[in-house]
């Protein structure tokens, strides 16, 4: 169990999209505040990034259908899109009035020359001028096809009653004819929206008639983790959220109030967004290009270095990845882990975690695992019926831990 709830690093697609600087990667819907690139079938969603070259380079997309776990379909594109799976980005915008010059580039999709007719997990790939992948970035479509009800419970195992959360569902197909489930369905547990926190490789524990039922108590276990910490910068020349110094250099540089690392600290709550940020700034009328980048510097309080383990910040400002960016280096003399990233003015969401030398990642060590935090779970669920050459996503439920149930 222990081994499913650690984040394995395996990343399946290549991602070098910082050492070509590019930075604040989004793909989410047109509504405000929605942060998650899991929608029904049809419906737009606006992929947007800065390059910080700001030289006007050409950018192509390209999509493509994946499997449940995230390996190209056989299906050709012509299968599953009308029109061209990759095309080039044509909505470009220089910055307007900031110290860090970037380029803003945006597509929406579905548009005019690429709609995608078919439901699924797909990987949206960006490429540059010479046809080398630059990023990617992961999105379902899905049909309202069943009905899926997720409830989530403090853990009912002894050892772990404190520190982790079930999820449990079920599975409502009236209109759906599923004979053997085993080899017809497959469902994913997504913690967060963030595709390194999931649970896989699930079968019904009882059938009923037009409904399957997933009522593990300890197989569909996670880590409660912590709430996120955050901070907010819309105001680029002073202090402003969690932000206690400002200094003015090439850029901006925006010093944080540093974290006190206490391994036996206690579960506070804190209303957050699972990780994800918001770009915004309250002194421009377009955020998109007006506003600003700042260096962001990090620390952590700790009399001591985390044995045998590297320290990184973590969060959906680079899709949950370990990069060299994001990690920490500690100070013997002062007693403390520092780090700094440079983004985009807005509200964000980050927390810590550790890598050890056998490549996991553990996002509990530094802020502990709670019962009682606050995470969104997603249900996915993946129909292939005998016969079929693809797998569709034929429903998702959502849950949230509510721990005055």
């Known amino acids: 169990m222990y081994k499913k709830l650690l984040i394995i ?12 600087n590019i930075k604040s990667i989004q793909l989410r819907p047109l509504q405000e505040n929605n942060f998650s690139a899991i929608v029904p079938l049809g419906t737009v969603l ?23 776990d995230w390996k190209p379909s056989r299906m050709s594109s012509s ?9 080039t980005i044509i909505e470009v915008t220089n910055s307007f009035n900031t110290l860090q010059s970037y380029s803003h580039h945006s597509v929406e999709i579905p548009n005019v020359n690429t709609v995608i007719t078919k439901s699924g997990n797909y990987l949206l790939s960006v490429l540059n001028n010479y046809d080398e992948l630059v990023f990617t970035r992961r999105f379902v479509l899905y049909e309202n096809a069943t009905t899926v009800g997720v409830s989530v419970e ?33 469902v994913v547990i997504l913690k967060n929206n963030n595709w390194n926190e999931k649970i896989t490789d699930l079968q019904p524990t009882f059938f009923k008639p037009n409904q399957l039922l997933y009522t593990y108590t300890n ?71 007006e506003a600003d980048y700042a260096m962001m510097h990090f620390s952590i309080l ?22 060299e960016e994001n990690r920490m280096q500690y100070h013997p003399e002062e007693k403390y882990y520092t780090g700094s990233i440079l983004l985009k003015q807005g509200f964000y969401n980050y ?48 849950g949230f831990f509510n721990q005055n149930r």
């Open 9 to 20: 690093i395996f990343i399946p697609f290549c991602l070098n999209s910082f050492s070509q």
């Open 46 to 68: 606006e992929l947007s990034f800065d390059d910080l070259d700001a030289d006007s380079k050409d950018y192509q997309y390209k999509i493509e259908h994946m499997t449940h």
């Open 79 to 87: 299968q599953y899109i009308n029109g061209f799976d990759q095309n």
């Open 154 to 186: 403090r853990s009912r195992n002894t050892k772990t009653l404190n520190t982790q959360q079930t999820v449990q569902f079920s599975i409502n197909h009236p209109n759906i004819t599923i004979n053997n489930p085993s080899q017809e369905i497959n």
């Open 219 to 289: 197989k569909t276990n996670f880590w409660g983790g912590n709430e996120f910490l955050y901070f907010d910068n819309k105001i680029i020349r002073n202090n402003s959220l969690n932000v206690v110094k400002v200094i003015k250099e090439d850029v901006f540089h925006h010093y944080l109030y540093p974290y006190t690392y206490n391994e036996f600290s206690e579960y506070k709550y804190n209303p957050d967004i699972n990780g994800q940020f918001v770009v915004r700034t309250i002194e421009a009328d377009d955020s998109r290009t």
């Open 302 to 323: 700790a009399d001591e270095p985390i044995a045998n383990k590297d320290l990184y910040v973590y969060g959906a400002f680079n899709d949950f990845n370990i990069t």
């Open 351 to 398: 927390t810590f975690a550790t890598l050890n030398a056998d490549g996991k990642v553990n996002t509990n060590d530094i802020l502990g695992s709670h019962y009682e935090t606050e995470n969104e779970y997603t249900v996915i669920v993946y129909y292939k019926p005998f016969g079929s050459f693809y797998e569709r996503v034929i429903g998702i439920g959502t």
